[in-house]
């Protein structure tokens, strides 16, 4: 299950935030944002709180400004959660395995498309199913973002370049776990990693930030900077 922090600071949703646009994509409304010429494209899967959320779609923007064709589904089906749901009940219905399930799916009609690499990057509840994207030969590049869900023997597995980027003070997957994924990930020679457990910020930070506190804004940037950087280096 998730843990508490997973649903804390809830972000104001907006269908109408963001430079890009909603289409169908793959059987799903999805945000897309950046050159639909492009050949490389990056998958963005959302925490808890969905596609609608203004901060997910100003770092899709963000990652779309590089050159990227971003995609953003709606693997919710127009149901995130809210706090007037029960989590329990809402989680059984929208478990990660079924996320996972539909990324195939997004993946498969972005390379339809004549995509040619594909980088994915998922937040808390996406984290699981990006990780589960990376035993697969889908994408080339993987993001975890204060990751819940997501097991120590997931990463015996992982096949692409695998970037984990962890907040200090994260009680459902605090920095001894993240120690235990990047054992395993040392243990494997062949898949280029990056660790990072940012001081100071916790479950969340990179995407459920407050616009209106500077320092928070400047925290979650850091993280989406390093986030661009992984990517700008495997996807192309």
Not at 160 to 172: K, N, Q, S, T
Not at 208 to 229: I, P, T, W
Request: proline share 6%; glycine share 6%; with cysteine.
């Amino acid at each position: 299950m998730l843990g508490s922090q997973c649903c804390k600071n809830p972000p104001t949703l907006s269908s109408s935030s963001g430079n890009g646009s909603v289409l169908e994509l793959g059987g799903f409304n999805t945000y897309v944002s950046g050159p639909s010429t492009s050949k490389l494209a990056i998958l963005l899967v959302s925490d808890v709180y969905g596609y609608e959320a203004p901060n997910l779609r100003t770092i899709a923007d963000k990652v779309a400004a590089a050159g990227y064709y971003v995609v953003v589904p709606d693997f919710f089906f127009g149901d995130p959660y809210n706090e007037e749901k029960s989590l329990s009940p809402w989680f059984e219905l929208h478990k990660p395995d079924k996320g996972f399930e539909d990324a195939k799916q997004v993946a498969a009609a972005l390379k339809d498309k004549g995509i040619s690499a594909i980088g994915a990057a998922g937040f808390c509840w996406g984290a699981k199913v990006v990780i589960d994207l990376a035993k697969s030969d889908d994408i080339q590049a993987a993001v975890l973002l204060h990751p819940s869900l997501v097991k120590v023997d997931d990463f015996k597995e992982v096949k692409p370049p695998v970037a984990i980027l962890a907040a200090e003070i994260d009680h459902f997957c605090p920095p001894e776990r993240i120690k235990q994924y990047e054992e395993i990930l040392l243990s494997k020679p062949e898949v280029d990693k990056f660790v990072k457990i940012y001081p100071s910020v916790k479950h969340g930070w990179t995407v459920r930030y407050n616009v209106e506190d500077k320092k928070a804004v400047q925290r979650a940037e850091e993280a989406h900077r390093d986030m661009l950087d992984w990517l700008t280096k495997h996807v192309k």
